[in-house]
Nanobody, 125 residues
């Protein structure tokens, strides 16, 4: 069982930055694939970024095309925390952002087993 709690959302002007955090409780955090998803009003939840645990204990980051070059994802296993650094934010980045943990490699919602409650990010133009 993994409990996830996001924080760091808020209101920011276009071009600004925010850093989201996701604190995890539970065992073996370091071996979970950790992802960020977002859901805008009236839209389906979509993949944003992930940091994937690899067999050699390294991690591989991947991003949706819409955020590539603007967002970075990182994790601090000593603190059981996942981060999403969001730069050059755009109004279309406005959404509720969720972190998720799973053991299946993939970008779909169903690849993840545990979810946080979400944090609102609003980007004004």
């Amino acid at each position: 069982q993994v409990l996830l709690v996001e924080s760091g959302g808020g209101l920011v002007q276009a071009g600004g930055s925010l850093r989201l955090s996701c604190a995890a409780s539970g065992r073996s955090f370091e071996k979970y694939h950790m992802g960020w998803f977002r859901q805008a009003p009236g839209k389906e939840r979509e993949f944003v970024a992930a940091t994937r645990w690899m067999q050699n204990n390294a991690y591989m980051a991947e991003f949706a095309d819409s955020v590539k070059g603007r967002f970075t994802v990182s994790r601090d296993n000593a603190k059981n925390t996942l981060y999403l650094q969001m730069n050059r934010l755009k109004p279309e980045d406005t959404a509720v952002y969720y972190c998720a943990a799973g053991t299946t490699l993939g970008r779909g919602q169903f690849d993840y087993d545990y979810w946080g409650q979400g944090t609102q990010v609003t980007v004004s133009s």
